[in-house]
């Protein structure tokens, strides 16, 4: 298992604002890359099979950086 959590600043883990609404929005873009994880806030749960391959790791890492990327924009 993995997490992510998304703050609007790293140093003092400030969460952002609930009006934000990302958890939905990233939800949208993640399920549009093909991408599943449960997302509980701005915390994304990744739980891959045992069985994953490193290529398959660095594709989920992939495709999560530019989902994430895309929020920036």
Not at 44 to 70: F, M, N, Q, Y
Request: some cysteine.
């Amino acid at each position: 298992m993995a997490a992510v959590e998304l703050v609007n600043d790293r140093d003092t883990r400030e969460a952002f604002p609930k009006e934000a609404n990302l958890a939905k929005k990233l939800g949208d873009v993640m399920a549009k890359r093909g991408l599943l994880g449960m997302r509980f806030g701005d915390n994304i749960i990744l739980a891959p099979p045992l069985c994953i391959t490193r290529g398959e790791v660095d594709h989920v890492v992939s495709e999560l950086d530019d989902a994430i990327g895309e929020l920036d924009g």
